[in-house]
């Protein structure tokens, strides 16, 4: 072997660990934000005063919480945050978490996690967990969907507010973020969220936790008031 090819070796050598380094720096920066803004949707949660700490969040925010829209009722943000650069070099899929808040006469009414990897040559997986805010109670008190025993592996939507129990919440709010660092990607919402939805078959998942819908389909009577 020549030395310039000795040379070329140990230069894409280099290259390859410099651009392995720089991947797992960015996805691990990005995963270590993402842990702190779900910790503070958790703060959110169980917070006396969402409004307030949401305007504490607006300032903290100020230069990536863009404002996408208002009418004469309230506005509504959105905080994004991505692996586009890690992506870039397609060691591991783009991942997404964008936190969308929805204010109604200067109230926080809505906070909507939307969480989603995108993988290529398969379906895609999306989650979206939404938590109503207000004080007098928004939606409805806890939701799952899919429900039950299902075949939709790849959309997964949860609703819940102030009425749900902590076990309800804290399962809602448990995503796994390691969809950010992990080579490959989350296959499915079971990755996303395994707190709510278990696996009973390679082509089949059932939900972990009973909410509003599922009472609907399976009871004889109506479900508490409450649940609205």
Same mark, same amino acid.
């Given at each position: ?108 009414? +809505? ?24 004080? #007098? ?16 592996? +790849? ?41 709510? +939805? ?21 009871? #004889? ?8």
């Amino acid at each position: 072997m020549t030395s310039i090819c000795k040379k070329l070796i140990a230069g894409l050598a280099v290259l390859v660990i410099s651009i392995g380094g720089f991947v797992a720096a960015s996805s691990y920066r990005t995963y270590q934000t993402a842990r702190t803004r779900l910790d503070e949707i958790k703060q959110l949660s169980i917070s006396s005063n969402p409004t307030t700490q949401f305007a504490a969040l607006r300032h903290k925010y100020e230069n990536e919480l863009h404002l996408t829209g208002c009418t004469r009722q309230g506005c509504q943000y959105e905080l994004e945050l991505s692996n586009k650069s890690a992506a870039a070099f397609r060691i591991a899929p783009y991942t997404e978490l964008n936190i969308r808040f929805t204010t109604h006469e200067g109230s926080l009414q +809505w906070a909507m996690l939307e969480y989603r990897t995108a993988l290529r040559g398969r379906i895609s997986p999306v989650l979206h967990v939404q938590e109503g805010m207000c004080s #007098h109670g928004c939606g409805v008190r806890f939701d799952v969907n899919p429900h039950g025993t299902s075949k939709d592996m +790849w959309n997964g939507l949860v609703e819940f507010d102030f009425r749900a129990s902590v076990e309800e919440r804290d399962a809602a709010l448990a995503l796994d973020l390691r969809c950010f660092l992990r080579v490959g990607g989350c296959k499915d919402i079971v990755d996303l969220l395994p707190t709510m +939805w278990r696996r009973t078959r390679a082509d089949e998942i059932s939900s972990q936790l009973v909410g509003l819908s599922q009472r609907l389909e399976e009871s #004889h009577s109506f479900p508490p008031a409450d649940d609205f």
